[in-house]
């Protein structure tokens, strides 16, 4: 069975700073890409970011580049998303998720190239 586990969220001011984590078991975790996405309310899930097995490259969507940062540990079997600046408009719940044996669509941000998912953290920004 295989788990993902988000944790880092919480209430911040606008212009502040936050990095969420991702913790994956049950699954070879340096075999697999993995991504970060966010939905917010009456809105569709949204891709902010990918990096693949090694971490040595890393994808982004368009709501966040240049604001958010990707990384992994694989000996920690863990994700991060590194987000700064943070606007009112990025409160959503934030998931990772860890894409498919194989997949190269991943970088795309492709909701369907993802076959496990967290069950997501809530980031709010406000003031």
């Known amino acids: 069975q295989v788990q993902l586990v988000e944790s880092g969220g919480g209430l911040v001011q606008p212009g502040d700073s936050l990095r969420v984590s991702c913790v994956v078991s049950?699954?070879?975790?340096?075999?697999?890409?993995m991504g970060w996405f966010r939905q917010a309310p009456g809105k569709e899930r949204e891709f902010v970011a990918a990096?693949?097995?090694?971490?040595?490259?890393?994808y982004y969507g368009d709501s966040m580049e240049g604001r958010v940062t990707i990384s992994r540990d694989n000996a920690k079997n863990t994700v991060y998303l590194q987000m700064n600046s943070l606007k009112a408009e990025d409160t959503a719940v934030y998931y990772c998720a860890a894409a498919r044996i194989g997949s190269v669509r991943y970088r795309n941000g492709i909701v369907g190239e993802y076959d496990y998912w967290g069950q997501g953290t809530q980031v709010t920004v406000s003031s």
């Open positions: 049950g699954r070879t975790f340096s075999m697999i890409a």
């Open positions: 990096i693949n097995r090694s971490g040595n490259a890393r």
